[in-house]
């Protein structure tokens, strides 16, 4: 098994591929076989080393609606390494398949063991998602934006200020809007930017009953509130979603508009999936911004042993 002939590894340095292939299962699957169904728990991330797949949604009856058909080199399943989310669509082998599975405790485990090379490879994922993503209509090429804003990012607050502007321009019926990050060291959440909120606000207890909500239920969508009214903002109309990394709560964004029906499904997806890269840049930036600073305490401890 070769992974550098897969277009998604061909980037990677063999180090990082001898890693990787650690956790890389080969799985042969037969034809008219489903792999998965819709709905069902996402924990596996496929890639097609031979054959075709069809991803399809059931539609009423017997119906289906076919989304796509993947063959050598495409993938599948990307989003089930670091969301909890059911799976969006079924997938079926229409003809013999050689898959590649990635399972998402094995690529935990290679977190936890060797975060350079799981970093790595959810980089290689992601670009090659948003290479993919990058043709296709507006909601997309916002995604492909800010995959490029996350990818030239090293600092924290300047990537979420610069995502949060870049989001805004999308959702044309909104009021306000906020995105606030888990600060560890305070256990409160960082208000990195924010529209129209009054009175401004810096910070937000984790305690705070509308947090507590989103945390819990990581997607939100409310188009009928009665002038929903919380602490730090009101609204008739409400979408967010949280950043989420291996269960680990890293905050949110959130959009409010003051006329009912302001926001679609379609606006929560988008938002699901900003959250989504976000979420990863967070954890890639945290381990960037450690990494450095142990090269600075490796520095000073070698200058005082002279």
Do not use: W
């Not at 989001?167 to 906020?178: E, P, Q, W, Y």
């Not at 949280?242 to 929560?268: C, P, V």
């Amino acid at each position: 098994m070769n992974l550098k002939q897969i277009e998604i590894f061909s980037d990677l340095t063999d180090k990082t591929l001898k890693n990787i292939s650690k956790i890389v299962k080969e799985k042969n699957v037969k034809k008219d076989t489903v792999i998965f169904e819709e709905l069902t728990a996402a924990d596996v991330f496929c890639l097609i080393a031979e054959g075709k797949v069809e991803v399809f949604k059931h539609l009423s009856g017997n119906d289906k609606k076919v989304l796509a058909i993947l063959s050598a080199g495409d993938y599948f399943g990307e989003m089930s390494l670091f969301e909890n989310k059911p799976r969006m669509a079924s997938v079926k082998a229409i003809e013999d398949t050689t898959l590649l599975e990635i399972k998402k405790k094995d690529f935990n485990s290679l977190l936890s063991s060797d975060l350079n090379s799981g970093m790595k490879l959810l980089s290689a994922i992601m670009s090659t998602t948003l290479n993919r993503l990058s043709t296709t209509d507006s909601h997309l090429t916002l995604l492909y934006d800010i995959g490029k804003i996350i990818a030239s990012s090293r600092n924290l607050k300047q990537m979420t200020m610069d995502t949060f502007t870049k989001i805004t321009k999308h959702f044309k019926k909104h009021n306000r809007g906020l995105i606030a990050i888990y600060n560890e060291f305070t256990d409160e959440l960082d208000v990195h930017s924010s529209i129209n909120i009054q009175p401004p606000i810096d910070i937000l207890l984790k305690t705070d009953p509308f947090v507590n909500k989103i945390s819990s239920e990581k997607e939100i969508i409310l188009n009928s509130e009665e002038d929903y009214k919380n602490g730090f903002f009101s609204g008739k109309s409400i979408v967010v979603s949280a950043f989420y990394f291996e269960e680990k709560f890293l905050g949110f964004i959130l959009f409010a508009g003051d006329q009912n029906n302001s926001f679609n499904i379609n606006d929560l997806i988008l938002l699901s999936s900003v959250a989504s890269l976000i979420s990863v840049s967070i954890k890639n930036i945290s381990f960037i911004s450690e990494e450095e600073a142990r090269k600075r305490l490796e520095e000073t401890r070698y200058k005082q042993s002279f």
